[in-house]
């Protein structure tokens, strides 16, 4: 077990090197510092100058030097300028060329600085994955019990009206991406013009305009359940939709299991047969989909947060891919892949973890 | 609980007139139609027949357990006097598991992996006795015991996965035993179990049916195992019962031309290739909805007499004169029972012919990574070890073994998908253990081919009959344009005796008969001459058995091919080779022509695998010689002999050198070899395993 | 002149659509009739889930192909006064013509945009998808059945773009900056390579046997083969037939990017099964090449869930290529798309709901559908 794990854990961080240095590598091409050049220094500089400026601040060494200075295993960059006056990677915030520490880079915890926030990168990533943090934790207290038991009901007894009903709503809500579902949701729920606010508003039910807000702003400072219920319940429809499909057709298959039958002429009942004999072998699999569905609620995430602008981790992310702000957007991309390397070696672990036949073999 | 009001001198189980059907989109499918059957308490009815002729329906109408689309469409069934066909599920739940209890063919899918067998057990007297928890798991532990389960406190905690196939077919049967029940229904208990592990089951199952006086339903497609088992029997043939009685009565005096027919088309005892072949039943078995008018035996049967035999239904007649022995024939009273079967056609024996075969000290070891997660120690298994043979022109080769004995990975070494770790292979004067297949010219390759086991997956279904044949064809490099490999294509029909249209169809429209002979044909397009057979027709249903046997027969005869079959089964070992490699853990036990293997003295191993394969004939006398535990793991073989830990000959071999060295191979008289370390003097002593009584 | 009843706009939208009802009308009436003789084909209509969703994909299918004749409105055309119209408002100066469905912030009549959205939509997403298959079963039949070092090289690769969040790789890739680098042209190279490679794999390991054959064959394919491929991934087609728009094939070949290791992943592990199976060893024992057992005894044979799966990810394609137009990536904004018209109409949301909400439940039935579709597919495959 210990020797998997760690196992997992190498090719874990060889595939986060990768990622990184790709994200890197595709952040750092040329369009993007010549856009960064005139961004940062004058939007009408000529050639010469954005090679000149690339040059000074060190964007024109070698793609490998820069990544590994960015990591943080490579020195940082200082060079003399012909006054006499040194400039380096490692040498701003008020630190001078001797109290500057060698490395500076992810590894050191300095993520660089933002361009379209001016913040450090550290802070607003802090600030935006709190943010998310509970629209996360929200959208999995929603999910992930309402997916298991619309799956393990519509499962147990594969073809009856409760399966037909169950697995109708399982793929409709599958075939409706976040977008559409996020916005027939306000429409619905929480425009003033349409739905059933105006009804309501007119019969006197609800005090604003609107019975849900269609905005998430406020959700910032305080989350209520009218600010938050719509962006939870989009990002969950999904996943509820897919989840609950997965666990149906694992329960529909472990019914059709000889040990089920056994079960059943050995005089146990419908529901002991379903709770003692069926539902642990059925959870193996949606188990495992649950934990690789990380990337995909990420997609819903940076959706849902662009739609109802709640600025989270991934707004942040759509502001910093949006205005060209490499050292942000690296940050988030470095986040972003680390939940997912982390989540699948959860389920990997989980899924050993689970299954008897795996864990003493 | 209920049975207050019932006789224990009644019978136990009663089904009268049952029928059942499936129903599909299309249309109804009859599976049974009239069963009638009695079991009185303490007896034990075997359900005979070919798969898809209804006995497993029956065992599951029994227990009220036919799935969504099956459905009792007429008959009763009455347990202790009571109507199980009108219960509701509630009280069907406690008869389950308490009164009527059922063991299944796949040990290992019929426990729930992610349970502990002490739970599962414990589970059957907490629901139907209301016991606690700790008394039921007590009782569990004993129940293991009883079973004959080695160390009964690690297995109650262990994982199904943490058994073998043997082991878990024990905890089955206990977990139906921990309710006492007055009724088992076993359904094929043993077949997906070796030979050797099989014959213990068989001895627990009579045992424990002696020790608890439980009734039993016995479901089987095997003869032998039927008569080893049974008091009476019952002979099922496409949903209905043709033959019933008692075991003996029926299987001396059979008075339905099926169970003639069947009986005619197993090798028993005395059966040879040459002088009196088996006898195969012509044609197929009807599908449900294509069952003729009136008998449903009659298109395929001797004695079949238009007008009468396909009138009208046939009803069951009563055999004066036996014990409730009765017949679904309207001819039974006419038909002269004792008249020997119409010759077949009798052929000679053919001579050995040339060398074309030899093995010298073949080896090949795998290296296996162990732990379940990859990496970890790499450990070496020895899937053949020092295996030396010859074979000739016009020669059957029998190479015979259980599940690990190392048969399949020599099929591959010789085939040349995978190449050998040491010794040599001569193919036709040409030396291949290093050749892997890709570097072998066609022409080796043609003429060295290979029959598979399994008819369901020998033939790629997405691919025609035809094409699948010319594809052969084509990479043999015969033929030299399309139409001539189409007329070839049909000549190999016409070979395997198929009919010509055959080539337009696919292959989830052949039996597995047929499909078995299309495996045939394309493995001769080459005009093979030698043929590995793996287990060619342990899959099939036994009357197709002997057709597929005989036209691999025949068609040895006109190529002079050679043929190494390889099989568990011993009858037909015996029945069709001239000689016989008998092989355990890798090696090869003992190796002689069928005369010197089938008669003492014997290797201990082919010893105790003659004496577990049940035989279909009253009058032979087997010593029975059950070997304990199971067969050990190629992965980690015993020190020493590799059977010494099964080996009941172990205590006459002096110092314990079983333990400590792998035996040398002693060579008796008429080349017959066998490695073990027994003196030969104890060999000299050994006695016949099977005798047939004097008629 | 009034403005339409909800009712009138239904009936002057399904008038307007009556090519598309023929068109269903004869596919369902032939199918019905000679079910039995097609194959799984003819078993979708055997199941009420599988017609249904056959009878929604087909009506985007044939609104597409008839989208010309459907359109009231050119669909990039700006009427003055019609902006935000309300459904069924009369369009000023021009007596008779209505927009259906109102009209969209600058003017342009959605009816008319979704039914030409619906032709876009699918000209790109099944061709994606097939080029997905071609490259992920060439990839994953060796991976599947050789094993070992290829599989681990390979299997690492499509997890490292599988564990991408779709939408980072989307912003990487997508934007207008890295078509000056080049990378979506090499990107483009390498993945139209595969459906050559496969074709001509494909026919040689079948006709090899028969060389003159084989070489017409494998010639033919190979001369149109890289004819195409000029035109697609470079644009050099010297006959000027075959070509891409760039801003198109940067989102293509992105979509095909994203989908291929998944359909890797689902190769590799049904040829990992499947070639255990006898008439895989039957194939080996008379000295058949690899490529003709994995491409004509192994692939056939997965072709059950290899056809829900396409159903699946013609799907998910399109809700990829919504997610790129909501997050205005490579397309451009005058295109009447789903997505971009979602994300269009999504800021004024709150007061004009209709742009944006008929664009969304287009694509949810189209989705709904396929997903449908597949199930049905799924079931009828599993009843043999």
């Known amino acids: ?361 | 609980m209920s049975d207050t009001t019932w006789d224990p001198s009644k019978p136990i189980l009663e089904i009268e007139n049952l029928s059942i059907s499936f129903f599909t989109r299309l249309r109804e499918i009859p599976a049974v139609m009239d069963f009638s059957c009695t079991v009185m308490p303490g007896e034990a009815m075997g359900l005979v027949g070919e798969s898809g002729c209804g006995k497993s329906t029956v065992a599951l109408a029994v227990m009220r357990d036919l799935g969504k689309n099956g459905r009792i469409v007429a008959g009763s069934i009455r347990f202790k006097g009571r109507d199980l066909t009108t219960m509701t599920e509630e009280e069907l739940r406690h008869i389950r598991g308490s009164e009527i209890a059922m063991i299944y063919q796949e040990p290992m899918a019929s426990l729930n992996p992610a349970m502990k067998v002490g739970e599962q057990l414990a589970e059957v007297p907490m629901i139907h006795q209301g016991m606690s928890r700790a008394e039921a798991w007590a009782l569990a532990r004993q129940i293991v015991a009883d079973v004959r389960l080695p160390d009964p406190d690690r297995i109650i905690n262990a994982y199904p996965h943490q058994l073998s196939g043997g082991q878990q077919q024990r905890i089955v049967i206990a977990m139906a035993l921990m309710a006492k029940p007055a009724l088992l229904i076993l359904d094929e208990p043993t077949t997906a179990l070796d030979v050797t592990v099989e014959a213990g089951i068989v001895d627990l199952v009579k045992d424990l049916g002696t020790k608890y006086g439980t009734s039993m339903l016995f479901i089987s497609h095997n003869l032998g195992l039927v008569l080893d088992v049974c008091d009476r029997l019952c002979v099922m043939y496409s949903g209905e019962a043709v033959e019933t009685g008692d075991v003996r009565q029926v299987f001396d005096k059979m008075r339905h031309p099926y169970t003639q027919a069947l009986f005619r088309s197993i090798p028993l005892p005395g059966a040879d290739k040459n002088s009196s072949p088996l006898i195969a039943i012509p044609g197929n078995f009807p599908l449900p909805h294509e069952r003729p008018k009136g008998c449903n035996f009659g298109p395929r049967c001797d004695y079949f007499q238009d007008g009468r035999c396909n009138a009208g239904d046939v009803p069951m007649s009563v055999v004066p004169g036996d014990d409730r022995h009765a017949s679904r024939c309207v001819k039974w009273a006419e038909i002269d029972w004792a008249a020997p079967p119409k010759a077949g056609k009798t052929t000679t024996k053919l001579e050995p012919g040339r060398l074309v075969l030899k093995m010298d000290d073949l080896k090949k070891y795998y290296a296996v990574s162990t732990g379940a997660f990859g990496g970890g120690l790499k450990k070496v298994v020895k899937a053949n070890e020092t295996l030396s043979f010859e074979a000739r022109e016009n020669e059957t080769l029998a190479i015979v073994g259980e599940s690990g004995c190392g048969k399949s990975t020599f099929a591959k070494v010789l085939m040349g998908l995978e190449t050998a770790t040491s010794g040599q292979i001569m193919l036709f004067d040409e030396n291949v253990q290093n050749t892997p297949i890709q570097s072998r010219h066609p022409g080796t390759v043609s003429k060295l081919q290979m029959v598979f086991q399994n008819p369901f997956d020998t033939l790629n279904p997405s691919m025609n009959v035809g094409r699948q044949i010319i594809r052969a064809l084509e990479i043999f490099q015969k033929g030299s344009s399309d139409a001539d490999r189409s007329e070839m294509m049909l000549k190999l029909l016409d070979m395997v005796k198929l009919p010509r249209a055959f080539a337009e169809r696919m292959p989830r429209q052949l039996s597995g008969g047929q499909k078995q002979r299309v495996g045939i044909a394309r493995a001769f397009a080459g005009g093979a001459k030698v043929v590995v057979a793996d287990e060619p027709v342990s899959a099939l249903d036994v009357s197709v058995q002997a057709a597929v046997t005989d036209l691999l027969m025949d068609i040895q005869r006109e190529n002079r091919t050679t043929l190494l079959f390889i099989s568990h089964d011993l009858s037909i070992v015996r029945y069709l080779s001239d000689r016989v490699m008998v092989m355990y853990l890798g090696h090869v036990v003992e190796l002689g022509s069928t005369d010197q293997v089938f008669s003492p003295p014997y290797h201990p191993y082919t010893e105790a695998l003659l004496s577990a394969v049940p035989i279909a004939d009253t009058r032979v006398k087997k010593r029975r010689i059950v070997l304990e535990g199971d067969i050990p793991s190629a992965m980690n073989p015993p020190p020493g002999c590799p059977f010494q830990t099964r080996c009941r000959w172990k205590s006459q071999v002096p110092g314990g050198l079983c333990e400590k060295e792998v035996p040398p191979v002693q060579v008796l008289a008429g080349g017959h070899q066998i490695k073990c370390h027994l003196s030969a003097d104890v060999l000299a002593k050994m006695e016949p395993v099977i005798t047939i009584a004097a008629e | 002149m009034e403005e339409l009843s909800w009712p009138v706009i239904f009936a002057k939208m399904a008038w307007h659509l009556l090519p598309v009802w023929i068109a269903l009308v004869v596919t369902f009436a032939l199918s019905i009739r000679f079910k039995r003789r097609l194959g799984l084909y003819g078993k979708l209509f055997d199941s009420t889930v599988a017609m249904s969703g056959f009878a929604l994909v087909m009506f985007w299918v044939f609104t597409a192909i008839f989208a010309d004749i459907i359109i009231t409105h050119d669909p990039l055309g700006q009427i003055s006064g019609m902006k935000n119209a309300l459904p069924g408002s009369p369009v000023k100066g021009a007596e008779g013509t209505w927009y259906l469905l109102g009209g969209d912030s600058l003017a342009r009549d959605v009816f008319s945009r979704v039914v030409m959205g619906a032709r876009r939509v699918l000209a790109i997403a099944p061709a994606a998808t097939v080029i997905a298959f071609m490259v992920g079963i060439t990839l994953g039949l060796p991976a599947g059945y050789f094993g070992g070092k290829l599989d681990t090289l390979l299997s690492f690769v499509a997890n490292l773009v599988l564990a991408f969040p779709v939408i980072l790789l989307f912003y990487l890739l997508v934007t207008p900056e890295i078509r000056v680098t080049g990378i979506p042209i090499i990107l483009a190279a390498v993945l139209f390579l595969f459906p050559v490679i496969f074709i001509c794999v494909l026919l040689n390991s079948r006709y090899f046997t028969n060389p003159p054959q084989r070489n017409l064959y494998v010639g033919v394919s190979l001369v149109i083969g890289l004819w195409a491929y000029s035109g697609l991934a470079f644009n050099l087609d010297p006959l000027g037939v075959w070509s891409m728009d760039p801003n198109l094939l940067n989102v293509f070949v992105s979509v095909v990017f994203v989908n291929a290791p998944t359909v890797f992943r689902i190769v590799r592990g049904i040829v990992m099964d499947l070639k255990s199976r006898d008439y895989v060893a039957a194939g080996q024992t008379r000295g058949e090449g690899p490529w003709y057992i994995m491409l004509w005894e192994i692939l056939p044979n997965a072709r059950g869930p290899l056809i829900v799966d396409f159903c699946l990810r013609i799907g998910y394609t399109t809700i990829l290529l919504g997610t790129l137009g909501f997050f205005g990536l490579g397309v451009s904004p005058e295109s009447p798309d789903w997505g971009s018209t979602i994300d269009d109409g999504r800021r004024l949301l709150a007061v004009f709901p209709h742009p944006a909400v008929v664009p969304a439940l287009a694509l949810m039935s189209l989705v709904l559908g396929l997903n449908l579709l597949a199930d049905g597919l799924r079931e009828e495959s599993l009843r043999d």
């Open chain 1, 1 to 361: 077990m210990l020797l998997f794990t760690l196992r997992r854990l190498g090719v874990m961080l060889l595939t986060a090197l990768a990622l990184t240095f790709v994200v890197f590598f595709m952040t750092n091409l040329a369009p993007n510092l010549e856009k960064l050049a005139k961004s940062e220094a004058s939007v009408r500089m000529s050639d010469e100058d954005v090679t000149l400026w690339l040059d000074r601040n060190g964007f024109t060494r070698p793609l490998l030097v820069r990544y590994g200075e960015w990591l943080g295993a490579v020195p940082g960059w200082t060079r003399t300028a012909e006054d006499g006056v040194i400039t380096g990677r490692c040498i701003r915030n008020g630190l001078t060329a001797e109290t500057a520490p060698r490395y500076c880079g992810v590894l050191q915890g300095d993520w660089g600085q933002s361009t379209v926030f001016k913040q450090p990168v550290t802070e607003i990533l802090s600030r935006s994955l709190g943010a998310t943090g509970w629209l996360m934790f929200w959208v999995m207290a929603l999910m992930v019990p309402t997916s298991l038991i619309l799956g393990v009901l519509s499962g147990m007894r594969e073809g009856s009206r409760t399966d037909r009903v169950l697995s109708s709503f399982a793929i409709a809500s599958t075939a409706t991406p976040e977008y559409v579902s996020g916005v027939i949701l306000i429409v619905l729920l929480g425009s003033a013009t349409a739905g059933i606010s105006p009804v309501l508003a007119s019969w006197g039910w609800i005090e604003g305009k609107t019975l849900f807000q269609g905005t998430a702003t406020s959700a910032m400072d305080k989350i209520t359940f009218w600010n938050f219920a719509l962006p939870v319940l989009t990002i969950a429809l999904y996943g509820i939709g897919y989840i609950a499909r997965m666990t149906r057709a694992s329960m529909t298959e472990v019914m059709t299991q000889q040990y089920i039958r056994t079960a059943r002429l050995k005089g146990v009942s419908f529901g002991q047969v379903i709770m003692r004999h069926a539902l642990r072998n059925a959870l193996i699999a949606p188990f495992t989909v649950i934990m690789l569905q990380f990337p995909w609620l990420l997609n819903g995430v940076v959706i849902v947060e662009t739609l109802f602008n709640y600025k989270g981790f991934g707004w942040t992310l759509v502001q910093a891919a949006g205005n060209n702000d490499i050292q942000l957007l690296l940050g988030c991309s470095v986040v972003a892949v680390f939940v997912v390397l982390i989540t699948q070696l959860i389920s990997d672990i989980g899924y050993v973890f689970l299954n008897p036949r795996i864990r003493l073999s």
